[in-house]
């Protein structure tokens, strides 16, 4: 009789638990690791291109050299920060954006050179790797907005009632999006 009582209360305790959402949160929980994964893929992918790009620059022009450094350094700190996808907080992401922030403005500096160097902008390998980077950067950005998505649905979720009395009891904590870096909201400005 007392295993009799036990099942009964684990099978209310599972049916309380299937309708508190949890196996949904479960669920959007996953889908932000997931996406999240899909972001650090192409930030390693633009991390990979990197030093052929570099190697392809150097080979054809003789630019500055602290440019160069300055692009192997941010791609440095940028493949050494990293995030687990189960800490998503709004601080780690946005440490996490400022590194690659910078790897994205010296990488911009070291296209900006290629104005000066005329045999450069003709190199095929570097149109091509500079295609790819272009590429790179615009999957990036699908992947954030994704991510952004995927992170909206599964907040919303836990922050409706009932289930944000129960995400709380499980450890389901708001994610943090990804921001637009400061100073974006101004348009740069092209000289010619």
């Known amino acids: 009789m007392k295993s009799f009582k036990q099942l009964f209360l684990v099978a209310i305790v599972a049916l309380g638990l299937s309708s508190c959402g949890y196996n949904r949160m479960v669920e959007l929980q996953e889908g932000t690791s997931k996406q999240w994964g899909n972001v650090q893929n192409s930030y390693q992918r633009r991390a990979d291109l990197i030093p052929n790009l570099v190697s392809t620059v150097k080979g054809q022009a003789n630019f500055e050299q602290e440019t160069l450094t300055k692009v192997i350094e941010a791609r440095a700190k940028a493949t050494q920060m990293t995030v687990n996808a189960d800490d998503l907080s709004p601080e780690k ?63 919303s979720y836990i922050r409706g009632i009932p289930r944000v009395f129960y995400a709380g009891w499980f450890d389901f904590k708001p994610k943090g999006y990804f921001e637009a870096d400061p100073g974006s909201k101004n348009a740069p400005t092209v000289k010619f």
Request: aromatic content about 8%.
């Open 93 to 155: 992401i946005k440490a996490f954006q400022e590194a690659q922030g910078g790897l994205s403005q010296a990488l911009g500096r070291l296209m900006m050179i290629t104005e000066n160097y005329p045999t450069l902008q003709a190199n095929q390998a570097f149109l091509e790797l500079q295609a790819q980077l272009e590429g790179t950067e615009n999957r990036i950005n699908v992947e954030r907005n994704k991510f952004n998505e995927v992170v909206g649905e599964y907040n």
